[in-house]
């Protein structure tokens, strides 16, 4: 159990590296390779608003990110990380530029970890876009 | 430190409970009577947006809460609940209705637990007010 929760810790710390590399350079192929074929994504508004399914329509998702926020999106400071034995939550705040104007936001995502991959992803907003 | 994270976790999961029930009731005493006089509170929009603190504005803000989903904000589901030494983090969809309209959401809300009482809040949003 203790072994689970460790390993399942080490590979969304894994993830969530590949999660803020590829927000600051739009490179998102370490963080695809990671993902299972059933991955599902769930983002709160918006154009992949809901339930997303697949590893192609992650593709989408992360390339959409990169798209919308230029030249890159930022982490600010990694606020908590807590974890059981199948998933790990980070909250944490980046900034950037969205669509021209200053972006600063408070996120909390959520990885779900089967083996040494990632099989679930949650977003949630914990502010506004205008300040955290 | 394993002692530390059992007694984080209960005493969060004790915090959620409340926090449901003043959701769906309105009665907040049993969570407002947990929290530290450096209580502080973050929410992500509206009139509470930003930082909130003390157990007064507490009070007010969970007061906020219950004036605006009438007659009261059910759990849906519980759909993770993650924790370290300091923190647990419950991810969750609830449902009622919000100012006179149906209301869904996906909600995080993180707990920073300081021996028996909770002295911060989190709360993030998974989706739109309106599916979940």
């Keep these: 159990m203790i072994q689970e929760s460790e390993n399942t810790l080490k590979v969304a ?3 969530f590296e590949h999660l803020i590399h590829g927000m ?3 490179e998102w192929e370490a963080l695809l390779n990671m993902l299972t074929e059933d991955f599902t994504l769930w983002f709160p508004m918006g154009k992949f608003h809901g339930s997303n399914v697949g590893k192609e329509r992650a593709r989408e998702f992360f390339q959409y990110v990169s798209d919308s926020f230029s030249p890159g999106l930022k982490l600010k400071s990694l606020d908590s990380v807590t ?3 199948t998933t790990a939550v980070f909250e ?4 950037g530029v969205l669509f021209e104007q200053p972006y600063k936001n408070r996120v909390a995502v959520s ?3 089967r083996g040494d991959q990632i099989c679930g992803y949650r ?3 914990g502010s506004d876009g205008k300040s955290y």
Tied chains: 1, 2.
Excluded at 92 to 95: G, L
């Design 92 to 95: 944490f705040r980046d900034e």
């Design 123 to 125: 977003e949630y907003f």
């Design 24 to 26: 600051a350079t739009g």
């Design 111 to 113: 990885f779900d970890v």
């Design 13 to 15: 710390q894994q993830a």
């Design 83 to 85: 974890s059981n034995e």
